[in-house]
């Protein structure tokens, strides 16, 4: 008898990467073998549903999973899973539906009703995960879920749940587990990461938290994944600042929208101001630092005059790169019912113009670095490095998979290129 071959499709941000890691970990744990989805017995799809496009990658997802290995058995979770079950449901193959809530249990949940048609088998038990587990050579740590800010056209509140955040003296003992396993790098995520701590008894803080990983003593890089802008505090950017290295030159602060009017109704807690002197104080402590943000163009709304402050302000910002979301409708949300819908033309057009003010940003980005030495670790083959200000350059062949470097980029042609210093 043979032991179960099993496939994890993750949507979406980090949080759902790292839901999907620990997952895998439990799974190789009971003697899973990874495989592709087309030779897996066990189907773990994790899903996504910040938009209506994202809905609809999941149900063709589970679709063509289904067309391809009939015999597969299909687990579905995630956001789309936790807010749509019937839907989910009434797609081919799907053996179980599993919540948000009970995603840390999914494994013993529907292990014995996968692995009972295989028996235990000859092969690997037991087996640890390790760098280049799921084609990830760093790891991705979740170490807060859920959201009580009220975002006029964010569901998620309702598929996570209320915060919750692992404490700290637990965060450093997975650490360490990481770091003994090979890992070299880690990437701190959460659903709303920058209220870590309030939940906990006695509360602390994402300040708190990260002051614990500086002094800890794991030899670890840490990123640190998406904060809202208003939780990157100025404790935070100077200790990430004076962590000579353990905290990696990379911000992801969304901002969503450059227009006050537009940001109150999304009802983002900041303004403009707010985050123009945020990312400047970023960049006058760290001038190499990557800082990427979210926009939504076409909110309920949004007018030209609007629009034209999003180009205004972003063509000028020292920001690294741009990820652009059309405005997707969301059942139940209060931008639902707000009136003056702009024209699925209209948004298309200013998708497309954003994305043009993204590529410039990312081209501008890149040629500053050119002539730098930054570290970085690297991927794939070892041709690949990944800097800590989130720049991938290629470099001849060499070091291996999950060896830090310092690369010297040396041009830049739509792909960087390096040599290791």
């Keep these: 008898m043979r032991l179960v071959r099993y496939a994890i499709v993750t949507f979406g941000c980090r949080v759902n990467q790292a839901d999907s890691l620990r997952i895998a970990e439990d799974l190789r744990a009971r003697g ?4 592709a989805p087309a030779a897996a017995d ?3 799809v994790n899903t996504c549903s910040v938009t209506a496009t994202a809905d609809q990658g999941a149900r063709q997802t589970i679709r063509r999973i289904a067309r391809d290995n009939p015999s597969a058995r299909i687990v579905v979770t995630g956001c789309y899973a936790t807010r749509e079950p019937a839907a989910v449901a009434h797609l081919p193959n799907v053996l179980r539906i599993v919540p948000n809530a009970e995603k840390d249990r999914l494994v013993d949940e529907v292990w014995e009703t996968t692995s009972e048609r295989f028996g235990p088998g000859d092969g690997p038990c037991g087996a640890p995960i390790a760098p280049g587990t799921g084609g990830r050579t760093g790891f991705t740590l979740r170490v807060q879920t859920g959201c009580e800010e009220r975002c006029s056209y964010c569901i998620i509140p309702t598929t996570r749940g209320p915060g919750r955040s692992m404490p700290v003296a637990a ?6 587990r990481i770091a003994g396993a090979g890992f070299k790098e880690i990437a701190l995520t959460g659903v709303h990461l920058g209220s870590y701590g309030r939940d ?4 602390a803080s994402l300040y ?3 002051n614990a990983l500086h002094v800890c003593g794991a030899d670890v890089v840490f990123r640190v994944s998406s904060l809202e802008p208003m939780d990157c505090t100025p404790d935070v950017v100077s200790l990430i600042a004076a962590s000579r290295g353990r905290f990696a030159p990379h911000f992801h602060l969304p901002l969503q929208h450059a227009s006050n009017r537009i940001l109150a109704l999304m009802r983002r807690p900041y303004t403009l101001d707010f985050y123009r002197r ?3 104080s970023i960049i006058a402590s760290l001038p190499h630092a990557a800082i990427g943000t979210d926009m ?3 909110f309920p709304g949004e007018t030209d005059e609007d629009f034209a402050e999003n180009v205004q302000y972003l063509a000028s910002s020292p920001l690294s790169h741009l990820h652009v979301f059309p405005y997707s409708d969301r059942p139940g949300t209060e931008a639902s019912s707000l009136p003056s819908r702009v ?3 209209v948004i298309r057009d200013r998708g497309v113009r954003m994305r043009g003010i993204g590529a410039l940003l990312a081209s501008r980005f890149r040629e500053s670095q050119l002539g730098s030495l930054r570290p970085g670790l690297t991927l794939e083959d070892g041709t690949l490095v990944v800097t800590d200000n989130y720049l991938k350059v290629r470099v001849p062949r060499g070091p291996s998979r999950n060896e830090r470097v310092v690369v010297r980029i040396d041009r830049s042609d739509g792909v960087l290129e390096g040599t290791i210093a």
């Design 200 to 203: 906990l008894t006695p509360p």
């Design 32 to 35: 899973g073998l990874e495989a």
């Design 296 to 298: 939504i163009v076409g």
């Design 343 to 345: 024209p699925p033309s």
């Design 278 to 280: 945020l990312v400047d």
């Design 171 to 176: 965060v450093l003992d997975e650490v360490e």
């Design 208 to 210: 708190e938290l990260l």
């Design 42 to 44: 066990l189907v773990v």
